[in-house]
């Protein structure tokens, strides 16, 4: 699965479920920092079975 992390807090009422990192290889994607397109900096995962 790929997963993006913002690098933000957010007010909101709907959430990724919580899963077993150690039951998954991590692989950073991409690691972007904000810019003029982009407001935010953000981490993207992918998760290998």
Avoid: A
Wanted: proline share 4%; aromatic share 20%; charged share 35%.
């Amino acid at each position: 699965m790929l997963i993006t992390n913002i690098h933000q807090d957010f007010e909101g009422d709907t959430w990724f479920p919580s899963f077993d990192e150690n039951q998954w290889r991590k692989e950073l994607v991409m690691d972007y920092k904000k810019d003029e397109k982009n407001p935010y900096d953000f981490t993207v995962y992918r998760f290998v079975k």
